[in-house]
């Protein structure tokens, strides 16, 4: 599987932006996948093309999405934290892929409901708070991707990552989008 450049992955994080909600689902999940199989292969074995096939082609054993969430997660490239986020991530693009009716994050009850299962710790402590549905799947999408990227070329766990840093979501949060107003709380 092909590694992308960063000029690349920022073409590709481009081309989100002017997506409707049913692109950015379905083109963001697909760019996880990917990075997702690239981390898993940087972890096995070398392949020869047949068996490679066998994993990943199109009926192979790792040929769906949630197959290789769980692979990745057996492997322990992450925790069940962010095992949980990739499917939901990976519920979120099943609905708007089979569904025939035009939706969106903020109208559909569904993907409103999945959109606030991101960004949660195990424990349901939010990390990032007050955004809408499209921000918090384009935030989760955004760390991700960013970690999956890294994970086949530095040895890096994401497991490691968000016990060292566990306000990372909310950081890339501010940064994306802008320091979110304070809360009573914080205030």
């Known amino acids: 599987m092909k590694t992308h450049t960063a000029d690349e992955l920022a073409g590709g994080m481009r081309e989100l932006e002017g997506q409707t909600d049913r692109g950015l689902a379905i083109i963001a999940t697909a760019l996880l996948e990917h990075h997702l199989a690239v981390a898993i292969e940087a972890r096995l074995l070398p392949l020869s093309s047949k068996l490679k096939d066998n994993l990943f082609g199109s009926r192979g054993t790792l040929s769906g999405f949630q197959s290789k969430i769980d692979m990745g997660f057996a492997l322990g490239l992450y925790t069940k934290d962010a095992h949980r986020e990739l499917d939901t991530i990976r519920k979120i693009r099943n609905r708007f892929a089979h569904t025939p ?73 501010e940064v994306v989008f802008g320091a979110s107003p304070k809360t009573p709380q914080q205030a």
């Open 101 to 173: 009716i035009a939706l969106s994050f903020h109208d559909d009850p569904e993907l409103r409901k999945l959109s606030l299962l991101l960004l949660q710790q195990s424990d349901g402590t939010l990390t990032v708070k007050q955004r809408e549905s499209r921000e918090r799947f384009l935030i989760a999408y955004l760390l991700l991707a960013c970690l999956l990227y890294l994970t086949p070329q530095k040895e890096i766990r994401l497991g490691a990552i968000s016990e060292l840093y566990p306000n990372l979501a909310q950081e890339v949060a």
